[in-house]
């Protein structure tokens, strides 16, 4: 059974760095085609595209948010991790991991349940 | 960027059919993925690649692609299925996921 479960602090302090934690199983980051977005959804809000890791190590970025994202992956902990600098109340959302076996072209045939973060002094 | 447009809201009354557009500049030369989110949930996958549906997706969900507009369509629906639609495509040119605003489709 394929699962992912993101994990991170649920309120971080405007200016602060989020670290996000996707854990997963059922699956291997190192098969081919294999990748790990990250997407969140601020509240009542669309869901936006954040970065994505493939198996190669290949790393993306959404453009407007490239110069804050970090994303990375430990293979042999089965983990995908994102960081976001300089947290701003606007970046209060839930942050989901998803996973596409097939490359980029892919569809997110399976998502975590999404961990909610809120940005607040 | 590439930008996906959804109408906000569609109204089906129970049994009957909806459709649910995604508009993009020549998406039918993307490939197309719709995803169900109701509230407080994580999305799920409903049609992947234009038309088709993942394993537990009933065949009363299907989806075509076609010049600047996919659609979903959703047949005899139930009240079950009252939820938000997002499309989504990956842009080649220029490596970017892009989803649309939503629709929130309610059951009459």
């Known amino acids: 059974q394929v699962t992912l479960r993101e994990s991170g602090p649920a309120l971080v302090k405007p200016t602060q760095t989020l670290t996000l934690t996707c854990t997963f199983s059922?699956?291997?980051?190192?098969?081919?085609?294999?990748?790990v977005s990250w997407i969140r959804q601020p509240p009542g809000k669309a869901l936006e595209w954040l970065a994505r890791?493939?198996?190669?190590?290949?790393?993306y970025y959404s453009t407007s948010l490239k110069t804050r994202l970090t994303i990375s992956k430990d293979t042999s902990k089965n983990q995908v991790v994102l960081t976001m600098t300089n947290m701003d109340p606007v970046d209060t959302a839930t942050y989901y991991c998803?996973?596409?076996?097939?490359?980029?072209?892919?569809?997110?045939?399976?998502w975590g349940q999404g961990t909610m973060v809120t940005v607040s002094s | 960027s590439y930008v996906l447009t959804q109408p906000p809201s569609v109204s089906v009354a129970p049994g009957k059919t909806a459709r649910i557009t995604c508009g993009g500049n020549n998406i039918g030369s993307k490939s197309v993925h719709w995803y169900q989110q109701k509230p407080g949930q994580a999305p799920v996958l409903v049609i992947y690649y234009d038309s088709d549906r993942p394993s537990g997706i009933p065949e009363r969900f299907s989806g075509s692609n076609s010049g600047n507009t996919a659609t979903l369509t959703i047949s005899r629906v139930e009240a079950g299925d009252e939820a938000d639609y997002y499309c989504?495509?990956?842009?080649?040119?220029?490596?970017?996921?892009?989803f649309g605003g939503g629709t929130k489709l309610t059951v009459l």
């Open positions: 998803a996973r596409a076996q097939l490359g980029p072209n892919d569809a997110f045939d399976i």
């Open positions: 989504q495509v990956w842009d080649s040119s220029s490596d970017y996921v892009v």
């Open positions: 059922g699956f291997s980051l190192s098969t081919s085609g294999m990748c």
């Open positions: 890791i493939d198996w190669d190590d290949d790393k």
